[in-house]
């Protein structure tokens, strides 16, 4: 598979100009009275963070794995502030750099990797590529804090290594000058110094000016930055690739997706799930109520996921199209239901962060209803008042998968109401009846867990069911 990256891509959000301070966003010359910061989130356990020159903020709540754009900015202080976002939204200091010196006319992208209680923190500058340029540039840094050193190859698609010299060995925080590369498809490959693992492969890339622009532009200025990956896809590191513009995440060839089994319905006892009917190599084999099968790396594409009776193949319990996504960890959940079991895909975002608890609800039940979540801290939650704390989500049906959500290390209640009479045309008759919680869920710091709403167990006379899973 080619990844043209010309065309396609993340528009970048841009950082703050600061007020006051003018700015020109001709790319017709560079700007002298300006200095152009950027940001890259590289450290693994972090929350989002805010980046900022002195008093003067220039990126706010990047998330892990991300690039800002670059901002104009005309702050000439001495020092660069990184502070991490708590789950309430207040904000806390994770790395101070000072005795810093700009000069006009340079771009300065500063990257956080390490750990937020061991920073590693560093600052590539170069000076701005005068407006406009032709040519293709490419820089690399290394950025993947669980890697020692790295060699690069930059090389033709399929080039023999045998005895090839890599462009660059980075050893981590590392990072080469931005050179000028002919246009044309080319290959990264990344192998470890220390024992010749190779850890990375890109996949055919091509870098070419734009073809639209006119003879005199259409340059690009690329950036690409190693970080951490899941540990459960084929490659331990991945690409964040730039062009100051758009940003691309760059998973690599071969298996870099991950997806596992996790049994939630009661109902239908000890399985197997099978990938494409393939009993050979089952993507999970005797998985009884409750229990998770290992992740598996797989190809990104789409697989028809079967349930069967353990060992009995050609019995199918229920059958769900998977997608997997690139550079992603996704579960499949198996769910009972009234009338025919179905699968549900979670896709889990399984980082741990060192300052908060992370939680994911699948809300795969009850059928054809509508109903309400509320998630809070206790002191937020008043029952005998009718008061649930933060609604997440009002008035939806099932089946709904959330984004992880960040908690502050503690309890936390989550509680789901059904609506009656939804169908008047003026509501004036619409009832909320509590039918699960609160349930109290206990997050520690680093905690990654899902809460899983599915039908109650046969003859139970509840309407729903809730049922915790440790997700690492």
Known sequence: MKRIFLLLGIPLLSGLLVSGCGGNNSDDFVDTAFIYPRAVHAMVDSPVQTFSIGPSRFVSDIGYGNVSAFSAFASFDTSVDIRGRLADLSRFEIDTIEGLTFQTGFEYTFITAGFVDAPETFMISKQRIRRPF??????????????????????????????????????RTEYTSSEPIPEGEYQI???????????????????????????????????????????????????LLTDGLNSFSVAGAGAVSSLRARNVAAGLGTVDVLLDGDASDPLASGLSYLESSDHRALVPDAYLATATPAGQPSDVLLESTVLTSSGAEEAFYLIDSETQPFGLLQLEDRRSVITEGRLGIVLAAPENQVVSIYVAYPEDVDVEQGEYGGLLANRISPPFVFSRLSRLPGDTLVTVTLWFNVDDDDGSNDEEQRILGPLEINLAAGDVRSLVLVPPAPGSSETLQGIILDDL
């Open 134 to 171: 032709t040519e293709i540039y490419i820089q690399f840094a290394h950025a993947a804090t669980l890697q020692d050193d790295l060699e690069i190859y930059l090389t033709a698609p399929g080039e023999d290594l045998a005895n090839a010299t890599p462009y660059a060995t980075l050893g």
């Open 189 to 239: 490959r990344v192998f470890r110094a220390s024992d010749g693992e190779q850890i990375y492969d890109s996949d055919v890339l091509q870098f070419f000016r734009d073809p639209n622009a006119p003879e005199d532009r259409g340059g690009r200025d690329w950036f690409f930055c190693l970080l951490d990956t899941v540990d459960t896809i084929m490659w331990p590191v991945k690409g």
